[in-house]
């Protein structure tokens, strides 16, 4: 089995500020913001939500068939990939154009500040599901506004359950997209702010929208996670972190998975269980793909 993940791949530029962008920013003086953040340490990683899922399932014993496009800029990615034995034959390198870069600072709070260029990005809907790629499951993760709308549909049409991840995409769309996409999807990842926003655009609250799809999970950090299914919450207890040093992709990480305990046609709250675990592993290791497991995924049990 294999799970098709439709979503960027990206470079991430990390920096580390040592204060509090709270003690920096006047609240009375927004309208006028000119400031400027001392960032001691920087680090180039490869990132973008398909790239950070396609690692953790991997890393889980998954099958990921990562579907994005790089530019000009983006053969290291690839190669990376296949160094770890991940199918690239879906990722796509265009001329003409920078690979998605995501400039990320982090205070000492784990608050972020994120500036994104989308790059090849915008041109992700070039690649197209047509049900030959072999996948039991897949995911529409942040991506191309194009992309999303169309490889949901895709998937529907191809008759393959799938995942509606929208992350930091969630705001190119209106209440209606929103609603099609809750439609067409077998299960919806968010998190609590993202939930927030689905359901004010929605007009629904999660019970109702978790009544149109086979689950809805709700992501909550360091206090677990809800997992809705039919009207009815389960609160999936957090792990502890070791140590908490970069929050940057444990989103992610949670997501591979989840689409691990997916393939194996695990109960949503088990798959949100060990998203729990993986996400607590993820964030006591620097970059979004460079933590390990330290358990068997085999016998991994609630």
Known sequence: MAA???????????MSFEGKFANQILPEQLHI????????????????CAGNIAYSLKLLGGNPL???????????????MKAQGIDTRFVKQLDDSYTAQAMIMTDSDNNQITAFHPGAMTEAHVNMIDGSEGASVGIVSPDGRDAMLQHSAQ??????????????????????????????????????YEAKMLCDRTGLDLAALSMKVQGL???????GCQVWEQGQMTLVAPVKAQEVV????????WRGALLYGLEKGWPLAKCAALGNRVGALKVAAKGPQNYVLDFDPATFEV
Do not use: H
């Open 4 to 14: 098709l993940i439709c979503g960027s791949l990206a470079f991430d530029t990390i």
């Open 33 to 48: 913001l000119n400031v400027s953040f001392l960032v001691p340490s920087l680090r180039r990683d490869f990132g973008g």
């Open 66 to 80: 990562p579907m994005a496009t790089v530019g000009e800029d983006g053969a290291s990615y690839i190669g990376r």
């Open 155 to 192: 998937f529907k049409a191809a008759g393959i359950p799938f995942v509606f991840d929208p992350g930091q995409g969630l705001p190119m769309f209106n209440g209606q997209e929103l609603l099609a996409f809750v439609e067409q999807a077998t299960w919806i990842a968010v998190n609590d």
């Open 217 to 223: 999970v709700v992501t909550l950090g360091e206090q």
């Open 246 to 253: 970069d929050p940057t992709g444990c989103g992610d990480a």
